[in-house]
């Protein structure tokens, strides 16, 4: 039950040793069956372009899974209806490799029909070799999605039928109907005629990939007689009469001279470059913690509350921000779970002098309510002493406790007078360092600058701050 | 080098990035989705790939073959989307491929929703593909570890040939936190393994096929050396409060922080608990709990997880019956106040 590949190709292992058994000579194929005769030409073509040594082939699941016994090249053997994908990492990490991903009917059109349509929708520049013999064959015969309508197979044992598996898929003209593949053709291997036809669209296929002109497929006709219960002759003129007439041969798509070769060069960044490039080297700005106007023992737990759009969540990342900068262990979390509901965006801040466990708050030593809603659901929570500070020109109503400080700030209203009510969060901002023992002005100010980085912009804000550290100054006199 | 005030995502895709990681492959979902933008953004900043896969297993299955080239690559992903990895990360352990996979963990069965739950500690640690395999697992509790523990997996990745994977929750993910990035990593180990394409690499097979039985065996019981040699070497925990504790709390990710917390309030009161973290979820710190049980002054062991009790099962194996081992967890994307926390913890006490 093994054939042998006559007149070796140079493209192939001089023994296949990784072959069990004692016949390390020839291929495990059945007699007369086709993945013998294409991986010759796909060997041939190989050496003859001279490029048999930077070929990666990745083997598929089915008959050809023992690929790898056989090409002299490296191989990556993936997982059933995979190979495209696996083809797409290995090309795009070594873009002057030939990647040849090779892959049977069940395996491409059924299991993998995802991949290769996607593979080739990108145009990934592989050559994909699809051998269709319109059967399972290692698995036992069982139906493609390539089996023909009436065809009998272990899983259609009364034939296949239209009302139950619906017609053949045709995978040649659906890939050529995709805008990126370059060459997209339909072979057979049946006579000698038909082989040479075979053998061109091989080269062809691999021509294109090194030429960098993107995804080509190949769809080859194939014998199982195995599987079709046939003689190796018979084979053949099944594949003439009856499959190709049902899977018609043809160029069904080359646009290989009209396409530019692609750009498909690495820049890879070295090591030492690469912080820069991600944005790890900026602000190196040096803060004069001792000289910081701060309480010696700071564990405050902030929520703040509003509208989604108010800058609720930016004015928390920026109370972090500065936290980060007096040196203090800070966190900052946005809502989460069940309070999200109800008409509040709200995020959680921690600043403290020891390390923060929880990030969540839950008894907030400070709340900022930036909006109605947001103060009637957490004005109860603010721990005795804690401060609720509030934009009282958006909400109607006034806080009920009287064992918390009650910190009213027409923040929108100042934000308007000042020229853009976008700014009312960092009213707020300059109203907590005003009134705090954990915000240093002066570190505000120099963080403003990082966060607002055109002029106007860090202009406005940095007004807006300082009418509200007046108006929190004022609460502390 | 830089500090940054980052989320936990982000400083997953930097660290990847300083360690050397030059491709991502992924598909949308809330909550990682965070990674993938941050991928997109910085990977082709560095000439590295970034490319949206058409599903998750399209993109391990990328990974797999950019990982066969010897290229550190990753994926990253959410507890459905982490299912869908599972064929291939069984192929890539068969293989013995490196890669590193990130989930941030939400809410399940089925499409469940979107917020944190750690109802993934079994389909992550116990493998969850097919076949005899284990994934190395990192669980970091705070935006620097998803930077240090996303490095160490591409490490230890590598090292063992191995998959890695850094399980988080959606709240790690999203929370944001001071992260001081390490210098990028700059000399790695030599894969001759690895397939690229020359002359040299002609014999190179990258593959999970053994036909034969004791062949297949003898790989499996390789396998499995390798997972004692990883759990000698490389198990790591945190241990917090633990000295005089007579009651042991056990949990990781965003749980640890909650529990530290709620220690710190126990001690207020007087009551002698202590936390031991598991850093590593495989290797498990089940040695060190064993050691712990069969201290005299240690009276019981509490886990917490944010889950129907996955992780307890390796602290009753561990503690091997010598002392109550009680559980409490939350479903569903509840998330234990503090207070709560304390009760729990107190009645668990009681209880024993």
Redesign the interface.
Known sequence: MSVKILGKSKGFYETYE?R?GNNQEQTHYCPGCGHGILHKMIAEALVDFDVA????F??PVGCS?FA?YYF????????HG?AP??????????P????ISYQGDGDLAAIGG??I??AANRGEAITVFFVNNAIYGMTGGQMAPTTLIGQKTTTTPYGRTLQNEGYPIKMAEIIASLESPVYVERVMLADVRSKNAARKAVRKGIKNQMEKKGFSFIEVLSTCPTGWKMTAPQSEEWIKTTLAENFPLGVYKDIADQVEPLDLS????P?????K????????MDFDTASMKLAADIDQEIKIAGFGGQGVLSLG?WL??IG?REDLE?????S???EMRGGTANCHVKLSRN??????V?HPTVLVAMNRPSLEKFEADVVEGGAIVWDSALIDVEPQRTDVRNIPVPATRIAKEIGNSRVSNVVLLGVLAGFSDFLDPLVVQRVLPLIFKKKHLLEINLKAFEVGLGLGRELTD | ?????VKGNEAIV?GA??A?C??Y?GYPITPASEIAHAAAL?MP?????F?Q???E???I?????????G?R?MTASSSPGFSLKQ??LS?LAG?ELPCVVVDITRGGPGLGNI??EQADYHQVVKGGGHGNYKNIVLAPNSAQEMCDLTMLAFELSDRYRNPAVVLAD??IG?????VD?P????EFPEKTWA?????R??M??????E??PDDLERHNQKLQRKYEIITNNDTRYEEYQLDDAEYVVVGYGIVS??????I?QLRDEGVKVGMLRPITLMPYPSKRLSELAALEQVKAFSVIELSNGQMVDDVRLAVNGTKPVEFYGRMG???P???ELVHEIKRMMRVL
């Open positions: 990784r069990p040594e930077n070929m990666i990745i083997s899974v790898y002299n090249a490296g191989n990556i053997q993936a997982a995979r994908a696996v083809a797409t990492g290995v090309k795009r990490a070594l002057e490799s030939i990647v995802n991949e349509l996607h690495l820049n890879l960044a090591p030492e470059r690469v912080p490039l991600i944005g790890l080297d900026q602000d190196k990342v972090s921000e980060m800070v966190s900052w979390i946005p989460y779970g069940p390390k923060i466990g929880s990030p969540l839950t | 080098m830089a500090k940054q005030f930097k990035i300083l050397g030059r491709a492959y910085y900043m560095v000439g590295g790939t490319l896969a058409e599903s297993i399209a993109a299955n990328m990974v797999y073959g950019a990982s066969g080239t290229i690559a064929e291939g192929y293989a917020a944190p959606g709240f999203q929370m944001m936190e001071p990035f210098e990028p990593v700059t397939v690229r394409g020359v002359d690499d002609r190179n097979l990258v593959s999970s096929i036909l034969d922080r909650l529990v530290h917390t709620a710190n994307g509840n998330v106040s503090i207070k």
